[in-house]
């Protein structure tokens, strides 16, 4: 009889650890926070403003990404960890693109400086969005039919080690492909990073960049066109029953590896947009820059709770709001955000392991 009451009192002892460290935690940041914004500002409201605006359009970058983390975690039951280096594939394809239309002179107009992307900035957009994304879903495509599909059976820790691999083969490959220097895009002029609408707040003028909002508003176009697919449309049924149960999907005549398949490629199309959406507003691109964004946005997946949409969705705009305004309420140099990002996820995993947006999880799914 005492070994059967063991495991009841070391569960009710970690509980009681759990709560003080959340208490804690929980004062140590209403602390912070009184310092910060009575005790003794040091941001005025202007700079407060500015990480906000920072946040949520790199928030909204996660968000997107993530997605794909919870879509091929809702059919396959495992962490695509290649998923930011299909980002990084996207992210190149637009680069090209721009660099093209660059090249190409736009004799409408006087000056010789203008060319085609300048002259017609929405359609070099939206080329650089469809070349950007349709060479991810494809690369997304051709990752699981190589590396995931004939792994299928295996057991679960057996996929998750090819994607590792996928990962490491892709960078090696963007490398040998791109070069190592950094590459600048090539934006037009419309989209000249650093330039925006100016908002006075505090007394001082706060940029809202160009950039920035067509991030934001394609990211909101794009999650919402997704969960509209995945809601309303035979395509997101099939998707939502396969995710439910393989083989009772496969007996009610849905192809199975199909859908499987169509998933990779729609994660794929919102990774390379993600890309492309990452270079037209920060600038650089190189073979590496997939990794970062692609575990930060695996973080928010966990953080929202992997496997549901609405989740990925407020983990990412979360975590993009936390990594922006969360060295300035700590009070620790903005070189550690990174380390604020995934300290976030070792809480989530320790004190709600099912998210925000949390899965009651069945025994098949676990």
């Not at 966990?302 to 990925?312: E, F, R």
């Not at 995934?342 to 009651?360: K, N, Q, S």
């Amino acid at each position: 009889m005492p070994s059967a009451k063991a495991p009841a009192r070391r569960v009710s002892t970690y509980k009681i650890v759990q709560t003080v460290l959340g208490i804690l935690f929980a004062g140590y940041l209403l602390w912070r926070l009184y310092v910060v914004f009575i005790g003794n500002p040091a941001y005025g409201s202007d700079t407060w403003a500015r990480f906000i605006i920072s946040g949520v359009i790199l928030g909204s970058v996660y968000a997107l990404i993530a997605i794909g983390y919870t879509l091929v975690y809702g059919i396959l039951r495992m962490i695509n960890f290649a998923h930011g280096d299909i980002m990084m594939i996207g992210a190149f394809g637009g680069y090209f693109v721009f660099e093209a239309l660059k090249a190409i002179p736009a004799p409408t107009l006087t000056d010789p400086k203008f060319t085609f992307s300048d002259a017609h900035p929405i359609i070099a957009v939206l080329l650089a969005f469809i070349v950007g994304s349709s060479i991810a879903a494809l690369s997304g495509f051709f990752l699981e039919k190589i590396a995931y599909r004939p792994l299928r059976g295996a057991p679960r820790l057996v996929p998750l080690i090819s994607a590792i691999g996928a990962s490491i083969f892709l960078e090696n490959a963007g490398q040998l492909l791109f070069g190592t220097q950094r590459r600048d895009y090539a934006n037009p002029l419309i989209l000249t990073r650093g330039d925006g609408w100016n908002l006075p707040i505090g007394g001082a003028t706060v940029i809202l960049p160009y950039t920035g909002v067509l991030t934001l508003v394609v990211s909101i176009l794009l999650m919402v066109g997704l969960y509209l697919l995945v809601m309303r449309t035979r395509l997101g049924r099939s998707m939502r029953a396969v995710a439910e149960n393989k083989q009772v999907a496969a007996l009610m005549g849905i192809d199975v590896d199909g859908i499987i398949s169509r998933t990779f490629i729609i994660s794929g199309a919102l990774a390379g947009a993600a890309g492309v959406m990452w270079g037209i507003h920060l600038g650089l691109v190189y073979y590496y820059v997939g990794f970062l964004p692609g575990i930060k946005a695996f973080t928010a997946a966990v953080l929202g709770g992997i496997g549901s949409v609405p989740g990925a969705m407020l983990g990412g705009l979360f975590l993009g709001l936390v990594e922006s305004l969360g060295p300035a309420i700590l009070g620790i140099s903005f070189q550690l955000k990174d380390v604020i990002a995934f300290a976030i996820l070792v809480l989530v995993l320790i004190f709600r392991p099912t998210g925000i947006v949390g899965e009651v999880l069945t025994e098949e799914k676990v």
